[in-house]
């Protein structure tokens, strides 16, 4: 369910010429810092802290177990979504190169 809504953020915003990453990391700090709406929002704040440095950069801390695990999850997600985005572009110039 949370892959899922980050699935279909990741759709929705990913043409936009940003990394998945930084695309992971700006939708679990709009789903900390504004009011819970789902289910998914309220597991995110739960299991989610967003951390600061002093240079301006988030830092995401898993606050269980559970947190850490939905953390490289979601890591593990962007980069595949990111990786086949990339090989079905090399497929298409392939394809289109053969004809």
């Given at each position: 369910?949370?892959?899922?809504?980050?699935?279909?953020?990741?759709?929705?915003?990913?043409?936009?010429?940003?990394?998945?990453?930084?695309?992971?990391?700006?939708?679990?700090?709009?789903?900390?810092?504004n009011?819970?709406?789902?289910?998914?929002?309220k597991?995110?704040?739960?299991?989610i802290?967003?951390?600061k440095?002093?240079?301006g950069?988030?830092?995401?801390?898993?606050?269980?177990?559970?947190?850490?695990?939905l953390?490289?999850?979601?890591?593990?997600?962007a980069?595949?979504?990111?990786?086949?985005?990339?090989?079905?572009?090399i497929?298409?110039?392939?394809?289109?190169?053969?004809?």
């Amino acid at each position: 369910m949370i892959i899922k809504d980050f699935s279909d953020y990741l759709k929705e915003n990913y043409k936009n010429g940003k990394k998945t990453v930084e695309l992971l990391s700006i939708w679990i700090k709009e789903k900390i810092e504004n009011p819970p709406k789902s289910l998914v929002d309220k597991v995110i704040q739960k299991e989610i802290y967003l951390a600061k440095n002093k240079n301006g950069e988030f830092f995401l801390i898993g606050k269980s177990d559970s947190g850490r695990i939905l953390i490289n999850a979601l890591f593990n997600f962007a980069l595949s979504f990111e990786q086949q985005d990339y090989a079905r572009k090399i497929h298409n110039l392939k394809s289109s190169n053969i004809k």
